[in-house]
């Protein structure tokens, strides 16, 4: 190769569209043709940066940092794309990237597993060592011809069926208990377990509703509202916190009274309640 040749550290290699493409440590991306490597993208924001893969991404490249997160290039000009996991990517260091049907992606990291995205880079379903995988770390990954996503992990081999609509949660930190209920509101799944309420973040996460410690009998949805029949008595759900409605213990089963619009019964430890909405409350 011709004295093109960067005076800089080789981090990767990427092919896209036929092209080569050289990513250096300090000195930009090249480009080989006419055999020699051309200098393509010189930015400073590329200074000092692993640079692991460049893809094709809707007419444009695609350029994936290992701690800064993805950019895309087009017409000369370098620019961060708004992908809804960039930050995760930072904190957990991108170390694998594949893309699979319609173009949907998968992102692997040194810290926190996997993540998977659609190609506006909202994410679709994150997995770890809370949900399935051996430990956090993917050293390498690959999508073979059924659509599976293999992964080399620091500890063994892991696959995911990108096929499969479910997720699994293993809570192998034991703080959830029993799950004795699940509802989807609001687009946030509530688990209502016996040592309280929970419900799964944007990533994925179990998180505990404050003030909700003590068992959780029943979720139910009322007049766009989230009821949560509990051990110390009734309460809605709102902005992920509890407000009491009622001091009967033992919140179970409520229903709405037949042809009344208003007026529901539960059943408690100690009897039926009466519940009745006026003005909304």
């Known amino acids: 190769i011709a004295k093109s040749t960067p005076e800089s550290t080789i981090i990767s290699c990427s ?47 695609l350029v994936i940092t290992a701690n800064k997160g993805c950019f895309t290039y087009e017409n000369s000009t370098l620019k961060p794309i708004d992908f809804e996991i960039n930050d995760a990517l930072k904190q957990h260091m991108l170390n694998g990237f594949s893309t699979f049907n319609h173009g949907h992606m998968a992102f692997g990291t040194i810290k926190n597993g996997i993540y998977v995205t659609n190609p506006e880079g909202k994410l679709l379903f994150h997995i770890n060592k809370e949900n399935g995988l051996i430990n956090n770390t993917v050293l390498s990954q690959y999508v073979d011809s ?17 096929n499969n609509n479910h997720s699994f949660f293993s809570d192998v930190s034991g703080r959830l208990g029993a799950v004795y209920d699940v509802i989807k509101f609001k687009d946030v799944i509530y688990l209502g377990s016996n040592t309280g309420l929970f419900y799964l973040d944007k990533d994925h996460n179990i998180q505990f509703v404050t003030g909700s410690q003590g068992q959780v009998w029943r979720l139910n949805e009322i ?19 509890l407000k009491q409605i009622s001091t009967a213990t033992g919140g179970w089963v409520i229903k709405k009274v037949p042809e009344q619009n208003d007026t529901y019964i539960q059943g408690t430890y100690a009897g039926l309640v009466r519940f009745k909405k006026e003005n909304n409350n």
């Open 146 to 162: 059924d659509n599976k996503l293999w992964l080399g992990m620091d500890n063994g081999l892991a696959y995911v069926d990108l």
């Open 15 to 61: 092919v896209v569209n036929d092209k080569l493409y050289v990513a250096t440590l300090d000195n930009g991306i090249y480009e080989y043709k006419n055999n020699r490597l051309e200098v393509r993208i010189k930015d400073k924001i590329l200074d000092n940066t692993k640079v692991l893969f460049i893809d094709k991404y809707k007419e444009k490249l």
């Open 223 to 241: 007049d766009g509202e989230l009821v949560c029949g509990h051990n110390e008595g009734t309460f809605l759900v709102k902005d992920f916190a």
